[in-house]
C-alpha cells in the first residue's frame, strides 16, 4: 500500500512535522511511504527522515533560490493543484486544514483521502464546504475530534477518530532524575505563556538557587524573553539553549519539563518528557497537558487565573522538594508515554484505513 502525508514544510522545527516524519518511518517497514512537502525552506529537513520513507517537495523556498514563475501564492497553488490532479497513491494523509481542502476538491477519488487534524481550523467555512468528500477526519485530541464534529454535522460528514501522535522509535533517552534541572521547549509564540514559566521559576529559584531552567527553541517571543531575564536578575538560572533536532535528548538531563502553553496542542515536546520519564509541570484545563497526561500520576497541573504565576511556582517547589514524588511521577509518565509507541499508534492507522478500505469496497458491490 501507498501511503503519502502531505505536509505544508517537512523542512521546520514543528512538533506535528515530527508527529508525521514518527509516523511516516513506523509505516515504512511495512508501506511504501512518501511524505511530499509544499515547501523547502532550507537544505535539509531540521528532523532526520528515515531513509526507507521518500521525500520530495514542490516548491523551493530557499531565499537563493531561483523560479520560471514569480514567487508567491500563484507558484505554490500551481504546483499544489498538479501534484494533486496527478495523485496516484492508495492514500493521501493531509495534515492542515488548507491543504484538507484542497485534496478534497482535486485528489482522484480513488485515492482515500484522510484529514490528519490537532486544532480546530482557522478559516472554518471551506472545511464545513469540502471536508464531506473527505474519507476520515483523524484528530490528534479529543478536543480537536469534537470540533469537526460539531463543524461537518450533517449526513455527508466523513467519520472523526482520535488516533494519537506516535513518538520517535526506542529505545528513547532516560533522565536519572539527578539533575536540577527543569527544561521548556517549543516555538516562542506570543500565547505560548513562556514569560509566566520565568516568573515563576524565578520565585522558585529565589529559594533553591542551585536548580537551573534551560528554554529550547526560538521564535519571535526571543527578545521580549530575555529582557525580563534580565529584568529579574536571573542570567545565572535560566538558560537559553537554542534549537535542537533531539529535544528528547536534552529533556533526558532534566528533572521536570514544564509546559506553559493553552488552548492548544502542546505538541511533541510534552510526550517526549513523557518518553524521557520526567515528570510535566503544566496548566490545567479542556485542551492542553490535560488531554495528554493524569495529574498525580505523571505530571502536576495548576490552575489558570490571577494567581498563576504563584501557583506555577508552587508547583514546581513541591516537586524541587520532593525527590521521592518526582521518581513516582517520572515512572508513570514512561507508562503514558508507552500509548505513544510507533508501532502502536502505527497498528491504529492501518486498523482504520483498513477500515475505510473494506467500507469503500463494499459501496462497490
Known amino acids: 500500500m501507498k501511503i503519502c ?3 505544508a514544510s517537512a523542512y521546520g522545527m514543528r512538533g506535528d512535522t515530527r508527529a508525521v516524519l514518527n509516523l511516516a518511518a513506523e509505516l ?7 511524505v511530499i512537502s509544499v515547501r523547502r525552506v532550507r537544505e535539509t529537513p531540521f528532523f532526520p527522515v528515515d531513509p526507507r520513507v521518500s521525500l520530495r517537495w514542490l516548491v ?4 537563493d533560490a531561483r523560479h520560471l514563475l514569480p514567487r508567491g501564492q500563484m507558484r505554490t497553488e500551481m ?17 492542515r486544514a488548507g491543504l484538507g481542502v484542497q485534496a478534497a476538491r482535486h485528489v482522484p477519488r480513488e485515492t482515500l483521502r484522510i484529514a490528519r487534524e490537532w486544532s480546530r481550523p482557522q478559516v472554518p467555512a471551506p472545511v464545513r464546504r469540502f471536508y464531506p468528500k473527505m474519507d476520515a477526519v483523524f484528530a490528534a485530541t479529543p ?11 450533517g449526513p455527508e460528514a466523513p467519520p472523526v477518530r482520535v488516533v494519537p501522535d506516535a513518538l520517535a522509535p526506542e529505545p528513547w533517552p532516560r533522565s536519572r532524575m539527578d539533575n536540577r534541572i527543569v527544561a521548556a521547549g517549543g516555538r516562542w509564540l506570543p500565547g505560548r505563556s513562556f514569560d509566566v514559566l520565568v516568573r515563576a521559576f524565578a520565585v522558585a529559584a529565589d529559594k533553591r538557587p542551585d536548580w537551573r531552567l534551560r528554554l529550547y527553541g526560538g521564535g519571535p517571543e526571543e527578545k521580549r524573553l530575555r529582557a525580563l531575564v534580565g529584568r529579574l536578575d536571573m542570567h545565572n538560572n535560566v538558560y537559553f539553549m537554542g534549537t535542537t533536532s533531539d529535544l528528547p535528548g536534552e529533556f533526558a538531563k532534566a528533572s521536570m519539563v514544564a509546559v506553559t502553553g493553552q488552548g492548544e496542542s502542546p505538541g511533541m515536546a510534552l510526550l517526549e518528557a513523557l518518553a524521557c520519564g520526567v515528570p510535566v509541570v503544566g496548566f490545567d484545563g479542556p485542551r ?9 500520576r505523571d505530571s502536576v497541573l495548576v490552575p489558570r487565573g490571577e494567581d498563576e504565576v504563584t501557583a506555577y511556582a508552587s508547583a514546581l517547589l513541591g516537586l524541587i522538594d520532593d525527590e521521592r514524588r518526582r521518581m513516582v511521577l517520572a515512572a508513570g509518565a514512561l507508562q503514558a508515554a508507552a500509548g505513544h509507541a510507533a508501532p502502536v499508534v502505527a497498528g491504529h492507522w492501518e486498523a482504520l484505513i483498513e477500515e475505510l478500505r473494506a467500507g469503500r469496497r463494499a459501496e462497490r458491490r
Open 143 to 153: 478536543s480537536a475530534a469534537d470540533d469537526f464534529t460539531r463543524l461537518l454535522a
Open 60 to 63: 523551493d523556498a530557499r531565499p
Open 28 to 34: 515504512a517497514a511495512r508501506h511504501e511511504v512518501e
Open 288 to 296: 492542553g497537558p490535560a488531554e495528554f497526561v493524569t495529574p498525580g
Open 79 to 95: 504546483a499544489l493543484w498538479r501534484t494533486l490532479r496527478g495523485m496516484r497513491a492508495d492514500v493521501l494523509v493531509t495534515t
Open 5 to 7: 502525508f502531505l505536509v
